[in-house]
């Protein structure tokens, strides 16, 4: 291939693609999509472990602005949270820093309902606890020392979607006010 055959493929590469521009609404599109990913990060740094509650103000100022939206949108993504797999007292602990970030009171609801949560998951340990050892007894184990380790049982980790279910319910008030406190601006000072 010559020089100038290549140099004749790439103009007409070049005038093939020339119409291929993204508009305002895929580039909004876009920076929301890539803000989303740094929040998902974010939240999976501090439900890993690998980031402590010291550091997540930080990480999410640095986050680039997005305005009121990047609160809503990690208020939204934290919620997704109690339904899925992750362990909800971290969750929870999420929930206090978003408060934190976000300011109006906020963090201390959020630990008030975190520890609810806590208090009704301990209630329904014990239902949990006999339908395992039910489930034991039908298998021919059984006796004074059998204690099952409840959070590797199904049993338990239905129970706790179940509870995340419910609170997630309770948790939209919250998240009403949080979104008010994010579009009104105490967000942007952090």
Known sequence: MTVAEIKSAIELAMERTKHLVMNEEEKRALARRDLEDSLRALMR??????????????????????????????????????T?????????????????????????????LGAQFERDL???APGVRERIMGRLAGMGISGSSVEPNLEEWEEWKDAVREMG????GRLSGWREKARAAASHGPERRV
Do not use: S
């Open 84 to 112: 899925g797999p992750a362990r909800k007292e971290k969750v929870f602990g999420l929930l206090e820093l978003v408060g934190e970030v976000l300011g109006g009171g906020l963090a201390e609801e959020a630990g008030a």
């Open 45 to 82: 740094r501090f439900l890993e472990g690998i980031r402590g509650r010291e550091e997540f103000p930080a990480e999410y100022r640095g986050i680039r602005d997005g305005g009121e939206e990047k609160g809503l949108l990690l208020i939204d993504l934290v919620l997704e949270e109690l």
């Open 165 to 168: 279910g419910l609170f997630k």
């Open 122 to 124: 301990a209630a329904g």
